[in-house]
């Protein structure tokens, strides 16, 4: 029998060394320099599509493992895999920096070789943390995209770039701190890096606590959660346009990645326990930021702000499973919040990363984001306001797109869990259809604004194309999303399919067991069970 060919490594490698034959390249050789970085990103799809179409949709087993021994004085190794719930987020890393190669094609003049090769080495660190089996094979992907985003915001950045630089690197680094020291400790529980090891550990309610708040500490800043939010408005704002499109579609993403393959299934009890906060924070992330979202004259800060709030909507649906079983005593319609939240963080890496693409597309064009200096902006790019009141609409949760799938589907299992939780919720609907329109009203709609607006240009072939590309994916999941659920559906399953109704002593909290991984893969990771400690 042939071994496995090595996807995985592949669409991690590949990205890496083609960025680094970008930057070797050099910028004297401006439009070689170009066409190479858009033919390694497009090869790089093309790698990871088989991920997809070889993929086996009826199991949670990891699939696509690769293994290999790295350090083995400490039991580290070189461990890949994927589930129903990392490949998706590999395409959609996979598919957006596409279309941020092209969207620099023409208005990064200043090393264009190092920005584009900082962008597909960031790719390949992005396809590593989604496909990492071991801790530190993880941390070490997890950490090392700080240097390239660090670079792309302090070098192409705007004027306040090395404040916004430094901040989000002392928020990132921060969380990391208290990551990596749970993982030792988890170590020497299991005697090993292995996740799915980790997942089979039985924890004491104590220390599962510690662990759980230490990975909530580095994934909350990562997504982010209110309050440690506070970095990504300034990080967008002083980001050139494919460094806010990547922060916004893909790596608030891995914050969430992050709770659904670590604090879920290796501190289940703890999880339970304080599912109430995770739920509180996400609600407040919902409704203030909303609110906050209105009050923005930057284009840019009032999408960042979006993204906040969008992304509460994922972590409540992660979380809303325990306080689903305690109000129905029962699982069924648990997994709806979760895969709600995941169809949510694909669909925000469509939509937000588009909506980041016009704002750009206005800025290269007048050189400011502020709203008051537009104004009937699609009477002279109707293309181009077509785009954005599509792409303002599917934000706001507008049926038929895919920022109405993932929504709803949160706010469904969460009324399974609470009414005033789904409340709450829901009233992103209304937030966010306020804060969009008024943005477009003010910079779509109306009489032209001034002579600078009168003189645009619509939209050329390359702004086309990027934004097409992202309104046929979001109608795609919009109209369709049964391909995609279909998909995650068995991986998550698997966190919730033997829940039954339990109280743990004293707390009235949903008791939750890890149980150990099946040997072809990570198999059975939640299964409710009665007893105490």
């Not at 090869?43 to 699939?63: D, I, K």
């Not at 409704?287 to 960042?304: E, S, T």
């Not at 919730?496 to 109704?501: D, I, K, S, T």
Request: proline share 5%.
């Amino acid at each position: 029998m042939l071994p496995q060919f090595p996807w995985l490594t592949l669409v991690i490698w590949l990205p890496i060394i083609g960025g680094l034959a970008v930057i070797a390249n050099g910028d004297e050789n401006g439009e070689q320099t170009k066409r190479i970085a858009l033919g390694v990103a497009a090869a790089t799809f093309v790698a990871s599509l088989p991920l997809w179409l070889l993929f086996e949709p009826g199991t949670a087993a990891m699939q696509f493992v690769e293994r290999a021994d790295w350090i083995p004085a400490i039991k580290v190794q070189y461990y890949l895999g994927i589930d129903g719930i990392s490949m998706p987020l590999i395409l959609l890393t996979t598919f957006v920096t596409i279309f941020v190669i092209i969207a620099g094609w023409e208005v990064v003049t200043y090393r264009p070789s190092y920005y584009m090769g900082a962008f597909l080495i960031m790719e390949g660190i992005m396809v590593g943390v989604f496909s990492a089996l071991d801790a530190i094979l993880f941390y070490f992907f997890w950490e090392a995209m700080l240097i390239p985003m660090f670079i792309i915001i302090g070098v192409w950045g705007g004027p306040n770039r090395v404040y916004a630089t430094i901040k989000f690197f002392l928020y990132t680094f921060f969380g990391s701190v208290f990551m990596l020291v749970a993982l030792i400790y988890m170590f020497f529980q299991a005697d090993s890096f292995s996740i799915p090891d980790f997942h089979a550990l039985q924890l004491g309610m104590t220390a599962q606590v510690l662990i759980f708040l230490a990975f909530l500490i580095a994934f909350a800043v990562k997504v982010p959660m209110f309050p440690v939010h506070t970095w990504l408005p300034d990080a967008h704002v002083e980001a050139p346009t494919g460094g806010s499109v990547i922060l916004a579609a893909i790596m608030l993403k891995i914050g969430g990645y992050g709770f659904l393959r670590f604090s879920l299934p290796i501190t289940p009890d703890a999880s339970a326990s304080l599912d109430g906060l995770i739920i509180a924070l996400s609600l407040i992330a919902v409704v203030y930021i909303g609110f906050v979202a209105l009050a923005q004259d930057d284009m840019k800060k009032l999408i960042a702000y979006s993204s906040i709030a969008h992304m509460g909507f994922v972590t409540l649906g992660f979380f809303v499973v325990f306080s689903i079983v305690r109000h129905t005593g029962s699982a069924e319609g648990a997994a709806m919040g979760i895969s709600g939240g995941m169809v949510q963080m694909i669909s925000h890496g469509f939509i937000s990363g588009a909506l980041f693409l016009c704002v750009g597309v206005l800025y290269d064009r007048m050189h400011t984001r502020r709203m008051a200096d537009y104004g009937g902006v699609i009477n002279t790019m109707p293309w181009f306001g077509a785009f954005v009141v599509f792409f303002a609409m599917a934000n706001a949760g507008l049926p038929g797109t895919s920022g109405f799938v993932g929504e709803f589907m949160v706010i469904l299992a969460t009324f399974r869990a609470d009414f005033w939780y789904a409340l709450l919720a829901a009233t992103t609907l209304i937030l966010a259809a306020a804060f969009t329109l008024w943005m477009v009203k003010r910079v779509v709609f109306g009489p032209v604004g001034n002579d600078q607006v009168a003189a645009l240009k619509d939209l050329d072939r390359r702004e086309t194309l990027n934004l097409g590309a992202l309104a046929v994916a979001t109608l795609a999941i919009g109209i369709w999303p049964k391909p995609l659920v279909d998909v995650m559906e068995p991986s998550i399953q698997n966190l919730v399919q033997h829940v039954q109704v339990s109280k743990l002593p004293d707390s009235g909290a949903v008791r939750v067991e890890a149980a150990p991984p099946a040997a072809d893969g990570v198999q059975d990771l939640a299964q409710i069970s009665t007893g105490a400690d």
